[in-house]
């Protein structure tokens, strides 16, 4: 009676609907959203181990779920259990709303009748559950993984389901990730002005020692494979020959013999005898003093303050699949955990490892210890040759 003088009829009936839904979900071994999500990343780490894959089916049920009663509810959920293995992992995607089915293990068929197959047997079983316009309100998609990073075209970013989901606990931390970038606003203004100076007679130096523009360009994949122009100052001679890095990078990311070069009475994994630099570009190299434009890339939002090193085109190419982790959850940097930890004495898997370290444990503190620890690094010269 009081609900009704308050006018909270509909209260209640609103409430019934999830239980039921909880209900149903839970007794045909529907996971709910966190725990699905959860799988979801660590189907997706280990097959990018063991390169085996995955489809992950999406079924939106549209305004489906919300009008229809608790019979409609069952066999639609009994259809999706009916038309699925016990080893593919069911549960929610978006809770009351979007189902998700992990197929696992699915064998070396061609993708697109591996997609045939799985959505004629589903669409079967739901055509004997439900009725038509009860089916016309289901929207079905399906994403294979690992996923072509190049499907989107050139210069297109990675956006598909499944990678942007892969990324969504970092994009979580909304205020931090704001308080991030406005630091990377501030800090390449600050940059930029600081070292105006420095600039000009960087500039004035290369003009004067090698003929060529002052700034290198070059395409590079920033976060989830977006293509950019990177900026540097002209280190090496123009019309030179970009093989010879890019032989170098292939055996190195292989792990080949004999990618370690000696400097001084360290080794590191960098070409030190490179024929392409000037003498100006050896000096700009070994101080870091090549990588202030990159100012601009912070500034333009390509890049951040901290973050992984953006590869180039070629290097993503030779990259394995677990590789590409440290491309999905930042920006890329100036300068990183690599930078100040490893730098070009550690080997190329160790390197990804200290990106996705980096990733996985992100936060403001981090990034300001590590800003703090870069001119350490850059002074110290270790690994910059």
Request: net charge positive.
């Amino acid at each position: 009676m009081l609900n009704k003088m308050l006018g909270l009829k509909e209260k209640p009936e609103r409430d019934a609907q999830p239980s039921i839904l909880r209900q149903e979900s839970t007794g045909l071994g529907m996971l709910p959203q966190a725990l699905f999500l959860k799988l979801l990343c660590l189907e997706r780490k280990r097959t990018e181990r063991s390169g085996r894959r995955f489809v992950l089916m999406l079924l939106d049920s549209g305004n489906l779920m919300k009008t229809a009663k608790a019979p409609v509810m069952a066999n639609l959920l009994s259809a999706i259990t009916k038309s699925t293995r016990d080893t593919d992992l069911k549960g929610w995607y978006k809770e009351g709303s979007v189902i998700g089915v992990i197929f696992t293990e699915i064998g070396g068929s061609e993708d697109k009748s591996i997609v045939r197959e799985l959505s004629t047997k589903l669409t079967d079983s739901l055509y004997a559950a439900l009725r038509i316009q009860e089916i016309n309100e289901i929207r079905l998609s399906f994403h294979i993984f690992p996923e072509d990073w190049d499907d989107e075209g050139p210069g297109g970013p990675v956006t598909s389901t499944l990678q942007m989901e892969l990324a969504r606990e970092i994009n979580r931390k909304k205020v931090s990730l704001s308080a991030k970038r406005l630091m990377d606003i501030a800090g390449s203004i600050a940059g930029l002005l600081l070292c105006l100076p420095v600039f000009v007679i960087i500039a004035l130096a290369i003009k004067l020692t090698s003929r060529g523009p002052v700034l290198f360009r070059q395409v590079r994949l920033g976060q989830y494979g977006k293509r950019f122009t990177f900026l540097k100052f002209r280190s090496m001679y123009v019309n030179n020959d970009h093989r010879i890095h890019e032989e170098y990078v292939t055996r190195f990311i292989v792990g080949a013999s004999g990618t370690e070069q000696t400097a001084g009475n360290q080794k590191v994994y960098k070409l030190t005898a490179d024929p392409r630099i000037t003498p100006i570009g050896r000096f700009l190299r070994n101080t870091s003093l090549d990588e202030l434009p990159q100012f601009l890339n912070v500034l333009w939002g390509d890049m951040s303050l901290v973050g992984p090193r953006p590869p180039v085109i070629y290097e993503f190419a030779r990259y394995d699949l677990w590789h590409k982790q440290r491309l999905l959850a930042v920006r890329p940097g100036i300068t990183g955990l690599w930078q100040v930890d490893g730098r070009s004495r550690v080997k190329f898997d160790e390197m990804v490892r200290l990106d996705i370290r980096y990733a996985r444990s992100w936060s403001l503190w981090l990034d300001i210890k590590i800003l703090l620890q870069t001119p350490r690094a850059v002074i110290s010269g270790a690994g910059a040759c």
